[in-house]
């Protein structure tokens, strides 16, 4: 029987010269993997519907053997081209997906993921690329997953702490009103990235390109 769920497209690669891997995220499955067969022909049902970030509803069939579903219907909802006008919205999307799956298991829901995930992409086209939008995910992700620091008892300036707090919980229209100065940007940015790498075991790679540099305007052409 087919399972029918929204999701987001985190990830696809080649399983044969025909067939994708799409990784999802999803508000009631979590994350799970599934495989477009033959959606690489020219003249594929598929075809056009399945790239990073699309918003899509989608049936599958769950396979009892493994974790690769077979991916049966795909209508997109979304998608989200809007990041692809900028280069340092796709490193951030891309650094929230690494995030994700270095903190997440498969097929097993975290409530509150999809609409953390889904409203993070919504914001980034909203305004210019900010390292504060990373921390922000940071921390709602720690959040959600039971993680979340106790600022006040962490060695912080009390700005940067306060900055913290309200990250975790305030939405995404209020977070780009924020400004820390460059002082708190650092500092912020340091315990965060100790704190995930000792919880977590390791800093996902896109880190330095989603926080760390100059956002200067970077057009995709």
């Known amino acids: 029987m087919d399972q029918r769920t929204p999701g987001l497209i985190l990830r696809t690669r080649a399983l044969t010269e025909t067939s994708l891997i799409v990784h999802w995220v999803t508000p009631d499955l979590g ?78 829901p975290v409530p509150g993921l999809f609409e953390l995930f889904l409203s993070a ?52 229209t209020a977070i780009q009103r924020i400004k820390p100065s460059q002082s708190q940007d650092g500092e912020i940015g340091k315990f965060l990235a100790g704190f995930i790498q000792y919880h977590v075991g390791k800093l996902p790679r896109g880190r330095p390109a989603a926080a760390g540099f100059e956002y200067q305007s970077k057009k995709i052409v």
């Open 31 to 108: 994350r799970i993997a599934t495989v477009a067969k033959g959606a690489l022909r020219p003249k594929s049902p598929f075809r056009g519907k399945l790239d990073l970030f699309y918003l899509c509803d989608f049936s599958f069939h769950r396979s009892r053997r493994s974790e690769l579903h077979n991916l049966h219907e795909v209508s997109v909802l979304d998608f989200h081209s809007g990041l692809r006008r900028e280069l340092g919205y796709l490193q951030q999307a891309s650094y929230f997906t690494q995030l994700v799956e270095q903190t997440t298991e498969s097929d097993s």
């Open 121 to 172: 992409l919504k914001s980034l086209t909203e305004a210019s690329p900010q390292a504060l939008t990373v921390y922000a995910f940071e921390t709602k992700l720690l959040h959600q997953l039971g993680l979340k620091p106790d600022f006040r008892k962490a060695q912080l300036s009390p700005g940067s702490a306060e900055i913290l707090e309200r990250i975790t919980s305030a939405n995404w």
